[in-house]
Structures are given as structure tokens and as C-alpha cells.
């Protein structure tokens, strides 16, 4: 269950909250508790392939989902055409005791893209469960990578639309 961070709105399952996106009255959504793991959970997921940590970590804190709807989600997400490597986001060892999580392989090389490949599937599943029937539309304005990697992660997800603001002559090249 979801509560919000100013204790100002009833307790909601982790669909309504990611339908709503923020607290209406004001705050944000936060889980009730959050999940712990044994050591001995944490030693069997040693070696696991980022897709299968997403669905044990996200069956955890999505309370109304059922494992077949979290692994569809992170399938659609994190297969090799959103991401080069099998391991999504790699770990690099630069030297000794000193590595780099590279955040770069995604569809627009921004790290934004490792949640907003996810989240417009998570979304599009919250509005199925919620039942309002209604085509999602995202209203994004931005200066930056935002803009183009929401766009890559709402592409082609059935029930949803995205809208994005620049800045006139505010974007990169690179962006661009």
C-alpha cells in the first residue's frame, strides 16, 4: 500500500498511485513500508540478470500486481532493442575498488531511459486495473534528455499519448 509523505490522503494500492502520480491534496506517494530482503534472498539473486532483480524487486513494492503482469512489463522494457547489453545497465571495473554503473545504454543514451522504458507500461497496467477506460496523454516540457527519452518510452505502448515542450532554440544538437 501507498500513503503520502504529508499523511493528508487514504492509503491506495500501488495501481492508483501510479495512475494518480502525486497527491492530489498535496505531497507525493511513498510505500506504507518498505520491503526488506534476507541475506539469504539477496545471495540467490547473485548473478541474476537485471531482468529477473527487476521482477523479484518490483513484485515487492507493487502490491496489486501479479508476477505474470510485473514480468510482461520489464520483458517489454528491457529487451535488446532498448538495450544493447544483455545486463542493461553494465558495472565496469575501472581499477581496484573502483567501478561504473553506465546509465547509457538506452534508446536516447540518457539515463532516464532505464525508468521511462518502464514506466509507461507500469502506467498503461494502472489504468487497465483502475478501470477508467480513458487514453493516457503525457504532457512533458523540458530543455533536456527528458523529453526525448519519455518519448522513446511511451512509443508504441497501446493507450498512451505523449506531448513534449522545448524551448525554442533551447536543445542541444546533441538533443535534437
Given at each position: 500500500?501507498?500513503?503520502?509523505?504529508?499523511?493528508?490522503?487514504?492509503?491506495?494500492?500501488?495501481?492508483?498511485?501510479?495512475?494518480?502520480?502525486?497527491?492530489?491534496?498535496?505531497?507525493?506517494f511513498?510505500?506504507?513500508?518498505?520491503?526488506?530482503?534476507?541475506?539469504?534472498?539477496?545471495?540467490?539473486?547473485?548473478?541474476?540478470?537485471?531482468?529477473?532483480?527487476?521482477?523479484?524487486?518490483?513484485?515487492?513494492?507493487?502490491?496489486?500486481?501479479?508476477?505474470?503482469?510485473?514480468?510482461?512489463?520489464?520483458?517489454?522494457a528491457?529487451?535488446?532493442?532498448?538495450?544493447?547489453?544483455?545486463?542493461?545497465?553494465p558495472?565496469?571495473?575501472?581499477?581496484?575498488?573502483?567501478?561504473?554503473?553506465?546509465?547509457?545504454?538506452?534508446?536516447?543514451?540518457?539515463?532516464?531511459?532505464?525508468?521511462?522504458?518502464?514506466?509507461?507500461?507500469?502506467?498503461?497496467?494502472?489504468?487497465?486495473?483502475?478501470?477508467?477506460?480513458?487514453?493516457?496523454?503525457?504532457?512533458?516540457?523540458?530543455?533536456?534528455?527528458?523529453?526525448?527519452?519519455?518519448?522513446?518510452?511511451?512509443?508504441?505502448?497501446?493507450?498512451?499519448?505523449i506531448?513534449?515542450?522545448?524551448?525554442?532554440?533551447?536543445?542541444?544538437?546533441?538533443?535534437?
Amino acid at each position: 500500500m501507498y500513503i503520502s509523505t504529508r499523511d493528508n490522503y487514504p492509503e491506495i494500492p500501488a495501481s492508483r498511485a501510479i495512475k494518480v502520480g502525486m497527491v492530489p491534496t498535496g505531497g507525493l506517494f511513498v510505500p506504507k513500508s518498505i520491503p526488506r530482503f534476507s541475506l539469504e534472498e539477496i545471495g540467490n539473486l547473485v548473478g541474476a540478470s537485471y531482468q529477473t532483480l527487476a521482477e523479484v524487486i518490483l513484485s515487492r513494492y507493487l502490491d496489486d500486481y501479479v508476477a505474470e503482469e510485473i514480468r510482461s512489463y520489464v520483458a517489454q522494457a528491457y529487451h535488446e532493442h532498448n538495450f544493447g547489453p544483455p545486463e542493461v545497465t553494465p558495472l565496469r571495473r575501472l581499477g581496484e575498488g573502483l567501478h561504473v554503473l553506465e546509465l547509457w545504454h538506452g534508446p536516447t543514451a540518457a539515463f532516464k531511459d532505464v525508468a521511462l522504458q518502464l514506466l509507461p507500461h507500469l502506467l498503461a497496467g494502472a489504468v487497465r486495473k483502475v478501470g477508467s477506460g480513458k487514453e493516457i496523454v503525457i504532457l512533458v516540457a523540458t530543455s533536456g534528455d527528458t523529453g526525448k527519452a519519455a518519448l522513446e518510452g511511451f512509443k508504441d505502448v497501446p493507450g498512451t499519448r505523449i506531448i513534449v515542450f522545448y524551448p525554442f532554440d533551447g536543445v542541444s544538437k546533441v538533443q535534437q
